[in-house]
């Protein structure tokens, strides 16, 4: 297992995102990455090129990292926008008003708890008695105890 986690690895930075449209090995170091056998294996572009060449093309590579940095970026606002207008075109938006009963989501680790997987998912009902703004309420309890 641990002798196919370089493989893994090696695929995971070399494809490219669909958020950023870039590979994370070609932002990081502003070239695409050569892959084994295209090293080994000789070919015309290996035999014919120069270490002149080869640097200055790295330096133009560089030099135009900047522009792919920033077009990175424009794809990946892109695709958050794309994602916000998904989420809220299926979104369904619920108002509640004072005195509505409703349940509370219980937060429980169970690596911190020990295993709780039999405790309920959800504690109430309570009874919403004030707006907390932005779409939060505050709760009291049936017996009219405010809840923290």
């Known amino acids: 297992m641990v002798d196919e986690l370089l493989g893994v690895l090696w695929a995971y930075r070399t494809t ?3 958020s950023s449209g870039e590979t994370s090995f070609s932002l990081a170091y ?5 892959i084994l056998p295209h090293v080994t294996v000789l070919s ?8 002149e060449q080869n640097s200055e093309q790295m330096r133009l590579s560089l030099d135009l990292l900047k522009g792919e940095c920033k077009k990175a970026i424009v794809q990946v606002v892109s695709y958050q926008q ?4 998904y989420y809220d075109e299926r979104a369904k938006i619920r108002l509640f008003q ?7 989501k219980t937060f429980i680790t169970a690596q911190r708890q020990g295993s ?9 009902p309570y009874v919403i008695s004030q707006f907390g ?13 405010e809840i923290p």
């Open 16 to 18: 490219k995102r669909r």
């Open 30 to 34: 502003g070239t695409e990455a050569i």
């Open 44 to 51: 015309i572009g290996n035999e014919v090129g120069c270490i």
């Open 82 to 85: 794309r994602l916000k207008s």
């Open 98 to 104: 004072l005195g509505d009963l409703v349940l509370r």
């Open 116 to 124: 709780k997987k039999m405790k309920p998912n959800w504690k109430g």
């Open 133 to 145: 703004g932005r779409g939060s309420y505050i709760f009291d309890t049936m017996k009219g105890k």
